[in-house]
């Protein structure tokens, strides 16, 4: 089964934001950080990357590049609390799907997960 993999630092931010995914219908793994991410993808590419920007160990957009660089295209939504436009340009100019701040409206969120996924 497809699934969306949701990668944020803070826990109460990745337990709020699955409630609501799984909430509509989707099957939802965390992460707490890239790396954890990077490591989960022998068990299978997700459907979509819902990604924070900013990260202790690595960025989104860093996120993003590893993405590239490994040859796996998978629609990526970056969330941030400060928005900045070359932050916002450099997520876009990496292939990001969405880039919405954060706090994160539900109806937003799910709107692009959708748009990013053409078959749901």
Known sequence: MSHIALVDDDDSVRKALARLLSAHGMEVRTYSS?????????????????????????????LQRELLRRGIN???????????????????????AAYLTKPVIPHDLIGAINSAIPSR
């Open 34 to 62: 890239p790396g954890e991410f990077l490591d989960s993808l022998a068990d299978g590419t997700p459907t979509c990357v819902v990604v924070d920007f900013h990260m202790p160990d690595r960025t989104g957009a860093d």
């Open 74 to 96: 998978v629609p990526t939504i970056v969330l941030t609390a400060r928005d900045s436009a070359p932050q916002r340009e450099e997520c876009r100019s990496l292939g990001a």
